[in-house]
């Protein structure tokens, strides 16, 4: 089901917006050492069937340090996006500190709100590192739970590590704690899914679109505490390519992005294409390599048998 | 005024030819006059084209209506849709253009024309100008740069995009010959003037051939650093 249906997005013969219904998931690991976020998403734009644009960018930086995924209406998406990162402008350079990503969402949602029930139609997710303009020590590995904690705690802000009980979670120690009436900022990757209907949620792992499902199947059976940077990206990649295999309205190539404490990169896009032979490559190889240990089996058996 | 009462059904396909009940006749502020729109961009050089044919249901309005529009020196665009939509848009780009270079001793350039549409056409977010704009023009170095826009002011930066009515079936050709797309082992050949030229009037052949709305006449707005060359080309008139 297109994400137009979804949101009620009535097709008039003047249907010709640029849709994104598109397939990206989101996903960020927050009991992992490794604290990022990633997002992944393909680069269709269509409209009723046609391809307007099969190489759009559907993951638009914010700013440095925030990242948003757009599916909806292409023209919605990329207007408001480009209201937030003004007002965000604005607010940094009023209050002398970047807004949280939960401030961001929450920005985002009460710009939308006078429109609801109009036929805007924006579902983003905002993908963002907060706080913390101090460096930040990633340690790389499946170490244990206690430097996963200390490693949380450098990047937690001053006014935590002042007067607090070493958490034995991560989770805890990353809530609002209030220590002595001061309001403490929670720091670290953050990752919040708004949609023009009104729904701000935070969340682990998001799928927006009309791919979604697909890509969700993936993530589920993939995502597990512990993953690294590689790992993550390519389970990102492979539930965008499921999803364009399977969902009509996705498709052409994915773009990754990659969000830590330094700010957001970007990896080349990647044609989708290529990877569907690769694989039917790869497949083929497996199905020759089980043909000749069959016929190896079946070798030692006759000549067993002549024996 | 000719009343446009609505031939295509609320599902965008063909109502039926033969009466079969009782219709209900709404006023719809739109109507399609048809038309597409071609625009390349090449290392030093943009070409606009677009056919000249305004119709209207079954009929032709003009012949001659042309609908590529200059800008500036360096800056042509390209609007096909509802006419009246069309000409209203230009009037107003036009009137910005003209504040623009009286508040700012300087032309707007392409790129900064195009982010001024983008919301030019948003502010009509709810009752949108049904119009499909291409800019053609060249970028500060010189370079040409292509700008492709949808009804409510989407838009991005291409090297060649169709639009309008034939859209659908020059676009592939287009990404086949220009972009060199789904074909093996083939040289990837710049592209120069004579030979964009020669490929836009050849796909606009091809366009009358096959939709009825392209047709009558072919007009291309060849935008280099001298300035802006008009060439007009027959086509099928039927």
Known sequence: ?307 | AIMFTQVYGDNGKMKEYHYTGPVEHRFSPYSFNGGTVLAVAGEDFAIVASDTRLSEGYSIHSRDSPKCYKLTNTTVIGCSGFHGDCLTLTKIIDARLKMYKHSNNKSMTSGAIAAMLSTILYGRRFFPYYVYNIIGGLDEEGKGAVYSFDPVGSYQRDTYKAGGSASAMLQPLLDNQIGFKNMEGVQHLPLNQEKAVQLVKDVFISAAERDVYTGDALRICIVTKEGIKEETVPLRKD
């Open chain 1, 1 to 307: 089901m297109a994400l137009q249906d979804l949101c009620g997005f009535k097709d008039s013969f003047l249907n010709s917006r640029w849709n994104l219904p598109a397939s990206h998931p989101v996903e960020y690991l927050s009991e992992s050492p490794i604290q990022f976020v990633i997002a992944a998403a393909d680069t269709r734009s269509s409209c009723n069937g046609l391809v307007a644009c099969p190489a759009s960018q559907k993951i638009l930086p914010v700013h440095s340090h925030l990242v948003g995924t757009t599916s909806g209406t292409s023209a919605d998406c990329a207007l408001w996006k480009r209201i937030l990162s003004r007002e965000l402008r604005l607010y940094q350079l009023r209050h002398g500190r970047r807004l949280s990503t939960a401030g961001a969402a929450k920005l985002l949602a009460h710009m939308l709100h006078p429109f609801k029930g109009t036929e805007l139609c924006v579902a983003a997710t905002l993908c963002g590192w907060d706080g913390g303009e101090q460096e930040n020590i990633s340690k790389m590995g499946n170490e244990t739970d206690d430097l996963a904690k200390t490693s949380e705690s450098d990047s937690i802000s001053q006014a935590e590590a002042r007067g607090r009980n070493p958490c034995p979670s991560p989770a805890m120690s990353r809530q609002h704690c209030s220590a002595g009436g001061k309001q403490l900022v929670r720091s670290g990757p953050s990752l919040y899914y708004v949609c023009s209907d009104g729904t701000r949620l935070q969340g682990a792992l998001f799928s927006v679109g009309s791919g979604s499902p697909y890509a969700y199947s993936v993530l589920d059976g993939g995502v597990r505490w512990g993953l690294t940077v590689e790992e993550a990206i390519s389970l990102a990649r492979e539930a965008v390519y499921r999803a364009t295999h399977r969902d009509a309205y996705s498709g052409n190539c994915v773009d990754v992005y990659h969000i830590t404490s330094h700010g957001w990169t970007r990896r080349d896009r990647e044609e989708l294409r290529e990877e569907y032979y690769r694989e039917k490559e790869r497949e083929r190889g497996k199905v020759k390599e089980r043909r000749e240990k069959q016929e190896g089996v079946e070798d030692g058996q006759s000549s067993g048998r002549k024996k």
